[in-house]
């Protein structure tokens, strides 16, 4: 069965080298986040995922959640190792202090993010969610409301959910219908039905607490009539105890694709009168709230690409090593080889390697920005790094999760016949990764709001910041090439610049076109992601060869790992930045051919 | 549920107006096949394929093929719809009139092909096996084995099966291990154990029969040691009637990412001292007969990569037009719209439809030019078709089957979170899809070909003539974009003209490097084919475009059906033949990154 090990020598390159975990560890709030503590963190975090969440993938694959009269089973081990990870504290690692938790900043918990994503993806989605809930209620929940769940949640002893989706309201969620009644206590009656709501109902916990999008009766229509609001399941009395079953049922779960430990549940609220529910915040005010966690969610599903890609990555490399078929190309006489021999495996090894670190890259470097943003002592450097995480995460969750789904397709070809055998694990890699493009935000809504809120809104100053930056970076490039022996770095230093001007006209192509022909836009609005996320990744490269030059030249550290970080950025200057010409074209000229064909014709 | 409408108007264009379906009528042994009985032939086949298959696909989906002490049951009501199949004469289509067949050509079978794959992947899987088992005993049975076997092959009475694979042989079919021993009486003892078999064993006929990959006592190592037998699950007396039980059984099926509905067996030859079989041809050239076949069964993997694509567009269409969210972009105050509104929509069926055009107009294309090698008058010509659908093969396999997972996931998409729901039925396309790169050789091993035995060794004589025939449409796409009003033309004819330029620079390459750096040609092979196929698409969509201005000015047919033609190819043109330049400079360029890292640093 497939193993899983913790990649923390390239987890610690990223945090240490690139994204600034030392600089942030001298901002005012992070002091506690050293490079040591972070190392101490991410090998317990490696050995329960490897140990405890890892095994259990494969059992949530193949048992499911299993729905009975109300009630949702996990997978056979699921419950044990929820309680493991209550126990280890890992819920609290980045909840406040004063509830409970650890405080680290986002780039601290990113690294163990990512392995118990890798690890068990089912798995994670339950402490994922339940975070979003605990921000929802640390950011605008009363103290009242405050005391009552979340220390409970911070331990991990409650889990929460986040309850948007209506049958008619998915993307649209304009269109959320569910109704919140006031009642004379202050309390409010909830009546209406949610779909794909993640682990709304399992036997992990006791007690789960709902956070739920409603209407008031005499709510506005569209987005500013929705309200939030907390629902536990069972109610929670004044001295911590459990009261009555609130009238929130899972009334079916949902056969899904992939991701089958995780039960996706449709949530019936008010069936028998109405669940008991309190407001969050003011009313009125529910979707900006979401919209404020939305960030911090969709970076950690953005996270989930990165994370099955190195899980894949791992599996396809072992295989290609054990694996033996056919003779090495160019060897007469030879005998029969591992088909990591074989020059297509290694450019399917290298392809995903190298979109691996590419991806954690930008994911890394945007946890820092986003930490940066709360703990810079300097007000204007906070709205600068807060600038480049508005930026990045659209770019995080739509290009990671798309690309996750074609790392884990590219795993399944690694093994060929056996990658189609469900037995093997590969299979299950592809399955569970296609949700990622799906939930949070489609990556046509990414896409869209990359080149609305992210960029067109603020007339690109962001956009050409991060140009910039990129370009910037030239003179370093040009100086490691110049101190490098072959021609990798003049080549990665070549396509960055190739890209950046590319990227710069679909950019202009963009700013221009979005006041004058909104649908022309949109129909950029994907190709433009994928652009962006390439070139990023390829920038984060580039500068991740940089270093590994200086690094070479200054004869320190390990020579093999820093020479592999810079044939990695040039494999992806020849094998992927060079899309990136094609995809500018595309976003400047694909309007046109998108929008000509009447809809009756399709 | 999910509907299917067989795309007959479209499939009728690329008969008749690129594949030259009239022309080949023409031409000796091919008179029947007229477009007058191709079109009735399509019209039962729609039929069939809408009414029986496609409602059995998401059945044998859900219920799988049940294996049970070495019996194999389908799902319900296949073996049913198998009778139907049979008795409709659909096995005998292609197959020589002397056996029972029609003889049709090629070209006049292939969209009921795609057809049947679109209503019922798995399904279809038993039909094209035989057909594969029917194609080897023609080509090389012996008299005798004809009489023996094949009007019942022909009439779908019994399926015959294709053993090549085994576990230490599956690309590499140099390491088959199989055993045959010859008895006093001519016939063989067949041992040894096969996997991966499709329809290996099934309950929808009486017997099957089974060509068998194994080796002589005395036969040299590797591929030319390798013979070819027929094995029948049930011994065959002279009466035609069935004798022995042989020694050949199914110990298990394996449990698949999808394709369910079609059993993949695990076949055991000889556990009770040998399995009879009868050697096809001579001893020792089995594997020369099974690269006879493996065109056509390449092909036709390749028709299924269409086929899905199609499917999947239908329904995400029927989906996007159906499903009601958000309001229009641009439009203050309007209601809430079907999704089709959506530019990002709209591009990812633009997507789905130019790509399936494309596919469908390389894949006739190439079944013409396979008629044509066997049916034309003039040697020369023959030839030179021969050459062309050879060269056009692996690109028809690799380029359609890894294109049709790509719009198997554009369709989930489409769909957003309900694409992730089992019920909604996308999700089976993707699942079904993905085995269509791997079995019939990988996409690597295509790609292999590619470069090798159709490029390299021929010193890319077919590949120029094939760069040279695109630029000869420049022409008629100049003399077609001064006759037509808007600038679709114009941009098809640069996309074209440099696409062709970079295809022509990437063949360049390959051939300079093939017998320099056999590794680095390699590294190329894939990046080659999906730019082949990519150019080769874009070009038979350039000249539907041309084709379709020529209507348009005439005032000749539906115009709206041609505007259509000019739409998808510019759609093309921008969005996909934009990555073409990109994937030129990875040919060229990409190998240095590829190989450059120690095996040990994976």
Chains 1, 2 share one sequence.
């Not at 490696?46 to 494969?58: D, I, M, Q, R, S």
């Not at 950011?139 to 949640?153: H, N, Q, V």
């Not at 309007?591 to 009447?598: F, I, S, Y």
Request: net charge negative; charged share 20%; aromatic share 6%.
């Amino acid at each position: 069965m497939s193993q899983y090990t913790a990649p923390i020598r390239d987890m610690q390159f990223v945090l240490n080298e690139l994204a600034g975990l030392g600089e942030l560890s001298s901002m005012p709030g992070c002091e506690e986040a050293t490079p040591d503590l972070v190392d101490a963190i991410m090998e317990e975090g490696g050995k329960f995922a490897a140990g405890v969440l890892a095994p259990l993938n494969v059992v949530g694959d193949r048992n499911g959640a299993k729905w009975d009269a109300g009630t949702v089973t996990t997978a056979p081990g699921w419950k044990d190792a929820y309680q493991q990870f209550a126990e280890g504290g890992w819920t609290a690692i980045g909840c406040p202090v004063e509830f409970g938790g650890q405080g680290l900043p986002k780039l601290a918990s990113t690294p163990v993010s990512e392995m118990f994503k890798s690890a068990n993806l089912a798995f994670s989605l339950g402490p994922m969610l339940t975070q979003g809930a605990i921000e929802a209620l640390v950011l605008r929940g009363s103290d009242e409301l405050k005391a009552k769940f979340l220390d409970k949640m911070v331990a991990g002893v409650w889990t929460g959910t986040m309850n948007l989706t209506e049958p008619q309201a998915g993307s649209d969620l304009a269109a959320v219908r569910s109704k919140a009644v006031p009642q004379a206590d202050g309390s409010y009656l909830i009546s209406g039905q949610k779909i794909f709501i993640t682990y709304g109902e399992h036997d992990m916990t006791e007690n789960i607490i709902h956070l739920v999008l409603a209407r008031l009766p005499d709510a506005p229509e569209g987005v500013k009539g929705i309200s939030l609001f907390v629902v536990p399941k069972f109610m929670v009395n004044d001295d911590g105890s459990l009261g009555a079953r609130n009238d929130v049922h899972c009334v079916s779960i949902e056969h899904k694709l992939g991701i089958h430990g995780s039960p996706t549940c449709v949530m019936s609220y008010g069936d028998k009168g109405g669940a008991v529910g309190y407001l969050v915040g003011e009313a009125n005010r529910g979707l900006e709230y979401m919209f404020i966690m939305m960030n911090e969610a969709r970076f950690s599903v953005g996270l989930e690409g990165l994370a099955i890609s190195e899980r894949a990555y791992q599996k396809a490399v072992q295989y290609a090593r054990e694996r033996t078929q056919g003779t090495e190309l160019g060897v007469k006489g030879g005998g029969k080889v591992a088909i990591i021999k074989h020059p297509d495996i290694r450019r399917m090894l290298m392809t995903m390697k190298s979109h691996v670190e590419a991806m954690r890259a930008i994911a890394y470097v945007t946890a820092a920005a986003l930490d940066t943003a709360h703990c810079h002592a300097d007000a204007a450097e906070r709205a600068k790094a807060q600038a480049f995480a508005d930026f990045m995460i659209p770019i995080v969750k739509g290009w990671c999760t798309e690309t996750g789904i074609e790392m884990a397709s590219l795993g399944v070809q690694v093994h060929g016949g056996m990658g189609y055998i469900e037995e093997t694990g590969a299979a299950q890699y592809l399955r569970d990764a296609r949700i990622s493009a799906i939930y949070e935000g489609t990556t046509g809504i990414q896409a869209n709001d990359l080149i609305g809120r992210k960029m067109a809104r603020e007339g690109g100053i962001t956009a050409k910041a991060v140009i910039g930056m990129m370009r910037r970076l030239d003179g370093q490039l040009a100086e490691a090439a110049a101190g490098s022996q072959g021609e990798h770095l003049a080549v990665i230093r070549k396509a960055l610049a190739d890209s950046v001007t590319a990227a710069e006209q679909a950019v202009e192509y963009v700013l221009a076109t979005f006041g004058t022909d909104i649908k022309a836009a949109h129909v950029a609005a994907v190709p433009m992601l994928k652009l962006m996320g390439i070139v990023c990744g390829g920038w984060q490269m580039a500068r991740a060869a940089v270093i590994a030059q200086r690094k070479l030249e200054a004869g320190e550290g390990d020579a093999d790992f820093y020479r592999t970080k810079i044939i990695t950025a040039r494999f992806f200057a020849d094998h992927v930045m060079s899309q990136v010409g094609g995809l500018s074209h595309t976003v400047c000229c694909g309007a046109a051919g998108a929008m000509a064909l009447d809809e009756a014709l399709f």
